[in-house]
């Protein structure tokens, strides 16, 4: 099977709490990429970089087997963040951005299901809206990208709501901040009527130790175990992309959630940085094996 990614590819730097800097590929088509092949699925990458890229990050994606291999050499540089890791959360700052994706770069690409998961953006509303109505595969959006702007000395801030709508989505994955952007709420009750509103069909949403997800009319959640951690960056990245493949592959969302929650935990578990902390399927596997029947509901 064969998922198509859509985002652009980041050169991160990553300062953790204890001071230590790593510089690391990231962006949704590493951290996404990897994963889904965990799953045994063939990956295209839609996505933009700069001459910058050199020689090492190239051989990363041939050896991984991430096809990129449709996407040239764009005139702008590759996005780059500085992420620096925080007791609570992380501060994110833009240092140089990357060309946008078009429409030409979508067309004809056959594929199983599409993960969509702009960085900043990327992604304009035209390629998002012709993917999501190209044909019945399925969709999953993290819309991050979308909620964000770059503030004073290119600090990365959330937005307070968009200027265009989400709809006909399959999944959407969201952070509290994230949720309150598109939706205007954080209450569920509320998240559901937009939910429902924009016939979106499965509504995924990270808070503390805790993975919601709203799907027709209830709501499912199960906890996350507190794991100290040295660097969670693309932990959202690979909870959308193992959601997306074990539903695609299984056609069941409960265990789909509970493939992406335990993807989410294997890789938190390793405690390692950057790209090396995608975990392996034996251990995404048994973890989902154990959360399937710790999986909570509610009538909303």
């Not at 652009?8 to 889904?36: E, F, K, M, V």
């Not at 019945?136 to 709508?165: A, C, E, W």
């Not at 969670?232 to 056609?251: H, Q």
């Amino acid at each position: 099977m064969k998922i198509t990614i859509i985002s652009n590819i980041a050169l991160d730097r990553i300062i953790n709490q204890d001071g230590h800097i790593i510089d690391s590929l990231g962006g949704p088509p590493c951290y996404c990429g990897l994963t889904s092949k965990q799953f045994g699925f063939k990956v295209e990458l839609v996505t933009k970089f700069g001459k910058d890229l050199k020689g090492e990050h190239l051989s990363f994606f041939k050896e991984n087997d991430l096809d990129i291999h449709k996407n040239i050499f764009s005139e702008k540089p590759t996005t780059r963040f500085t992420i620096k890791i925080m007791e609570k959360g992380r501060e994110i700052s833009l240092f140089a951005k990357g060309e946008s994706i078009s429409l030409s770069d979508v067309e004809n690409i056959k594929t199983d299901c599409w993960l969509i998961s702009p960085i900043l953006d990327e992604v304009p509303e035209e390629v998002l809206n012709y993917v999501i109505h190209k044909d019945d595969k399925f969709v999953m959006l993290d819309p991050q990208g979308y909620t964000r702007h770059v503030g004073n000395g290119g600090r990365i801030l959330t937005r307070k709501g968009l200027d265009f709508s989400l709809q006909d989505i399959d999944a959407i994955k969201l952070d509290p901040d994230e949720l309150e952007c598109v939706s205007g709420t954080i209450d569920f009750n509320e998240a559901q009527k937009w939910k429902l509103k924009n016939k979106i069909k499965f509504l995924i949403f990270t808070e503390n130790k805790t993975v919601h997800m709203l799907h027709n009319d209830k709501h499912y959640w199960l906890g996350i175990d507190d794991v100290r951690t040295k660097d969670s960056t693309g932990a959202g990245d690979i909870l959308s992309s193992a959601f997306t493949c074990s539903y695609v592959k299984e056609n069941d969302y409960l265990w789909a959630l509970s493939f992406g929650v335990g993807a989410l935990m294997a890789s938190l578990k390793t405690n390692k940085n950057g790209t090396e902390k995608i975990p392996l399927y034996k251990h995404i596997e048994q973890n989902a094996s154990y959360n399937y029947n710790l999986i909570k509901y509610e009538n909303i």
